[in-house]
């Protein structure tokens, strides 16, 4: 149950396509409630063609004062920052955009942020860990930066060299090693593909090879227990699901759009 | 207090400047969830120099089935309708869009039905009865053509003799009488200006010769009794406030976005 809406309501997107699915509306207005703050998240869903122009017009609606970006136009938002954030540029992605008092909007990509969360509050802290991110696309890129940036030290593998390598020289100069599916010598090994969401998919990496210990985590959020995870915990490894990846997602989106500049 | 919102919850807009004070984003939201619908009206502060492109973008965006149009883009929304309803382009203002099963967008002018439940609400029918109505603006213009169409014998005042003989024109062929601030021989009188809101206002018409028993009306919402009010219940006529005669407009409006054609 929320507040009653008003007219002096706040507002917030999240613009995606398809978005019935998004946790955002959910979530976000439920801790802007717990926070005292009479705000909401609308969901919107806009076609790629339309975008560019359902973006310039959001942008000068005066009681929208943030906007969370997903699929699949995390990567055409950026055009529409008049000042992303470093590791947004790094991505050449946006997740989420606010005004700032200037009028400018400010974007930036807090996916990989989530991640970090969720694998401190379920005890693996990444600095120092050797961790293996399979999957470079756009959910797999911003974790490789945030495992990096936190300390971690990072081999990515793609099925893709090319997306691979590409992704390696973006984030440059950081160094991101190159990975394979073997887990053997990780200590994290985080599945960013889509892979297990479908019966009868491969596994994202030779599963019998983890060592033993090794933190095992999947983006997948439905099936919610994939079959990499099944087979890591079999194993006696510590998991993550796609759930308890996400579940910091709405506290820190909102810290984002909410930030007063002081 | 509201169902919870999530990404498949539906969304009907209601763009004006401001938009602080309305009532629809409360009012139709309450009336979704007694009916059992999921969806939410959210309010959208939109400039006059934004509301072209806006409207453009909104009419795409996929989850959005319906667009209120309150002040001051009432005029400026009939553009958008590819199919306004007879009453809308009578008075070339709509204030209120769906879309439609082929994607066009319908719009219509519920103002003045919603005054007209209000009076039903109140006792008075208004076909056959003689009614005054002050003010020939937006508001007055949409009074005076739901009172004719309702069987009623309407005259229409205006300090401004061209603005009253330009909505006498736009009407035609119905036939609207010329009335002054006398509102002796009506059965009904309706405030349609703005006179009332700020203390030292004229009144609207000469209360004095308010017939015995004559219904009085009033568009202004604050104060809640406007002077002309008050003098006219002093004398013994029943009266209709601002609030009342708002008060069945998000039943209408929720009728009106929510048709489904048979």
Chains 1, 2 share one sequence.
Request: proline share 6%; glycine share 8%; aromatic share 4%.
């Amino acid at each position: 149950m929320l507040p009653e809406l008003t007219g002096a309501t706040r507002i917030h997107l999240i613009v995606g396509d398809p978005v019935a699915q998004t946790k955002s509306p959910a979530g976000l207005t439920r801790v802007f409630a717990e926070r005292g703050i009479d705000a909401v998240c609308i969901p919107m869903q806009v076609a790629d063609a339309d975008f560019s122009a359902f973006m310039a017009a959001a942008k000068r609606v005066r009681n929208i004062d943030g906007i969370v970006v997903t699929v699949p136009h995390k990567f055409a938002a950026m055009r529409h920052c008049e000042r992303p954030s470093d590791r947004a540029r790094a991505l050449a992605a946006v997740n989420a955009m606010r005004r700032e008092r200037d009028g400018d909007w400010y974007g930036d990509m807090t996916d990989g942020i989530a991640l970090l969360a969720a694998l401190r509050a379920s005890g693996c802290e990444p600095n120092g860990r050797r961790a293996l991110v399979v999957g470079a696309g756009g959910a797999g890129s911003a974790v490789v930066l945030a495992l990096a940036d936190a300390g971690a030290r990072v081999a990515v593998h793609d099925i893709d060299p090319a997306r691979r390598e590409e992704l390696r020289a973006r984030l440059a100069p950081r160094k991101i090693a190159v990975g394979s599916a073997d887990p053997a010598g990780f200590d994290l090994v985080v599945n960013a593909t889509p892979l297990g969401m479908a019966a009868g998919d491969a596994l994202p990496v030779a599963v019998e090879r983890l060592d033993a210990g090794a933190f095992a985590a999947d983006l997948v959020t439905k099936p919610a227990v994939t079959p990499f995870l099944d087979q890591a915990r079999r194993r006696g490894s510590p998991i993550l699901t796609g759930e308890d990846m996400f579940a910091p997602q709405a506290g820190i989106l909102a810290d984002f759009l909410l930030f007063s500049p002081a």
